[in-house]
């Protein structure tokens, strides 16, 4: 803080361009992150990015009995779930740090 008690321009230039150098490098991170969500004890599994996206679901066959399709899609639904949560708690830890950084920012409202 300069006298008077205005931020220093230079200074909050310098934190925010820090800032979005660390933004732009846990979304990279999280693009390249494999999450694995599963149900049933391992018998669906769902993998997908760290943003979100579904790469791929592998069902065991001991989960599929046709008297019982609701059984699996429950599986499924549980493995997509288990997957976003994952996904979910990566976004945090990683982008965490560089967005609780703009509280230093000294600008009202934040």
Do not use: C, Y
């Not at 599963?38 to 993998?47: E, I, N, R």
């Not at 065991?60 to 994952?86: I, S």
């Amino acid at each position: 803080m300069r006298p008077g008690g205005q931020p220093n321009l230079q200074q909050l230039m310098k934190q925010a361009q820090k800032m979005q150098q660390q933004m732009v490098q846990a979304q990279a991170e999280l693009a390249e992150a494999e999450l694995v969500g599963t149900a049933g004890g391992g018998l669906v599994s769902v993998t997908a990015s760290g943003t979100g996206e579904v790469k791929s679901v592998r069902i065991d066959p001991k989960a599929v009995d046709p008297d019982d399709v609701e059984t699996l899609e429950d599986l499924v639904l549980a493995a997509l779930h288990h997957a976003a949560d994952q996904a979910r708690a990566l976004t945090e830890s990683r982008m965490g740090p560089a967005a609780g950084g703009m509280g230093g920012l000294g600008l009202p409202g934040m």
